[in-house]
């Protein structure tokens, strides 16, 4: 998730996450690609942030003062995905983004979120590009989503008065992505954005 602020990396993984967990993630991405592989691991996240309670140390699910928290939860060795934990306190948002070419699983651990979801349509004037709107999710504990290039643009925030944590497996490292920027109506204008973790 975009927000290009000053951020603190992480180089491993936090240790939080249960071994059943992580090695159901591990054997779904050993097996399987595309979109088998994002509905597996919607199940997965579903079945085991339901089930397993209090998953996550609650230090993790602090609301950060510099907009929506990013924190790494695990860092597959192979770098074939990788866990975040997100932090969204009230009104707490994201620009419209894409995931820079990786496929992405989003499940909601606590509160309620809002997915907003884009079409893109070129149009190659003044480096604009035109976004239409073509649909709005509001997703409760339990319920999850997946993104897949080309189609993940989208933008997440939490438009509910208490804290929203939301969990998040990629298909690798996200590193970088793409922000766009309202200019006029549908019209954005787009810009690449370095992603960090969250430094409290």
Known sequence: MPDCQ???????STGNLTSPLIH???DAVSRLQGKPLCES??????????????LLDERLLAVSSDGY?????HRDPEGRYSVLVM????GQQTPLHDHGGLWCVECVYRGRI??????????????????VQ??????????????????????????????AATVHVYGGDMVSCNVFEPVMDDLYRGRSCQLEFSRD
């Open 69 to 73: 928290a990013r924190r790494l939860l």
């Open 87 to 90: 932090v969204w306190g009230p």
């Open 114 to 131: 809002r997915v907003t979801s884009y079409d893109r349509i070129e149009t190659g004037d003044d480096d604009c590009v035109r976004f």
């Open 41 to 54: 691991v919607k199940s997965i996240l579903s079945e085991e942030l339901t089930q397993q309670g209090d």
């Open 134 to 163: 073509v649909g709005e999710i509001h997703a409760g504990v339990g319920e999850a989503g997946s993104l897949i290039p080309p189609v993940d643009y989208h933008a997440i925030d939490n438009p509910n008065g208490e804290t």
């Open 6 to 12: 000053k951020r603190t990396t992480m180089s491993n």
């Open 24 to 26: 159901r993630l591990d």
